[in-house]
């Protein structure tokens, strides 16, 4: 019987974007598990906790039978890759400089261990602009609702309704960080 084939796909997810979605579905298609791990950085603020990130992703991928959602956090990816039995790290190449980026990632991810190798795929043109930090910065200008639902799934379009409403009522700021 041949070994199972676990790929692990990490980010912020804050929020997930189609561009999430569409990596996830794509990487479904290529591994026998795949494990959406979201990156906890403690010097980084989040405009979701981490138990909304993990129900954005378990909701948008409900149904999808070869996914698990989990996080991670005090690790090097490659060694959470590896601790959790997976052979393959998938990340997403928008352009040249991700790819450049994720290429020296990539190189630093083998000298630890050079059992977890890196995947990389390239996402439809229609995607490749789409980020967390760009949906973010929609929200709360004029007719964004209508901009951003090209950007997210539905489900997570409601979530960053929901927060633009309290921030506006004055609840805690949303925070604006990078992907």
Same mark, same amino acid.
């Given at each position: 019987?041949?070994?199972?084939?676990?790929?692990?796909?990490?980010?912020?997810?804050?929020?997930?974007?189609?561009?999430? @979605?569409?990596?996830? *579905?794509?990487?479904? #298609?290529?591994?026998? &598990?795949?494990?959406?791990? /979201?990156? $906890?950085? !403690?010097? +980084?603020?989040?405009?979701?906790? @981490?138990?909304?990130? *993990?129900?954005?992703i #378990?909701?948008?991928? &409900?149904?999808?039978?070869? /996914?698990? $959602?989990? !996080?991670? +956090?005090?690790?090097?990816?490659?060694?959470?890759a590896?601790?959790?039995?997976?052979?393959?790290?998938?990340?997403?190449?928008?352009?040249?400089?991700?790819?450049?980026?994720?290429?020296?990632?990539?190189?630093?991810?083998?000298?630890?261990?050079?059992?977890?190798?890196?995947?990389?795929?390239?996402?439809?043109?229609k995607?490749?602009?789409?980020?967390s930090?760009?949906?973010k910065?929609?929200?709360?200008?004029?007719?964004?609702?209508?901009?951003?639902?090209?950007?997210?799934?539905?489900?997570?379009?409601?979530?960053?309704?929901?927060?633009?409403?309290?921030s506006?009522?004055?609840?805690?700021?949303?925070?604006?960080?990078?992907?």
């Amino acid at each position: 019987m041949a070994t199972e084939k676990i790929g692990v796909y990490a980010g912020s997810f804050d929020p997930p974007t189609n561009g999430h @979605l569409w990596m996830i *579905k794509q990487s479904a #298609k290529i591994f026998d &598990k795949l494990i959406v791990a /979201i990156g $906890v950085n !403690s010097e +980084k603020s989040y405009t979701f906790t @981490l138990d909304q990130r *993990k129900a954005m992703i #378990k909701e948008i991928t &409900k149904g999808m039978s070869n /996914i698990s $959602v989990t !996080s991670f +956090k005090d690790t090097f990816l490659v060694d959470f890759a590896k601790g959790v039995r997976a052979g393959f790290i998938v990340r997403g190449i928008r352009d040249s400089k991700d790819f450049e980026y994720e290429k020296n990632i990539r190189s630093v991810n083998e000298d630890i261990n050079r059992d977890v190798l890196t995947v990389f795929l390239m996402p439809p043109a229609k995607l490749s602009a789409v980020s967390s930090s760009l949906v973010k910065g929609l929200v709360g200008n004029s007719g964004w609702e209508k901009i951003v639902s090209g950007y997210v799934p539905g489900y997570v379009l409601g979530y960053l309704k929901k927060e633009f409403a309290f921030s506006k009522r004055g609840g805690y700021p949303t925070g604006i960080d990078n992907d």
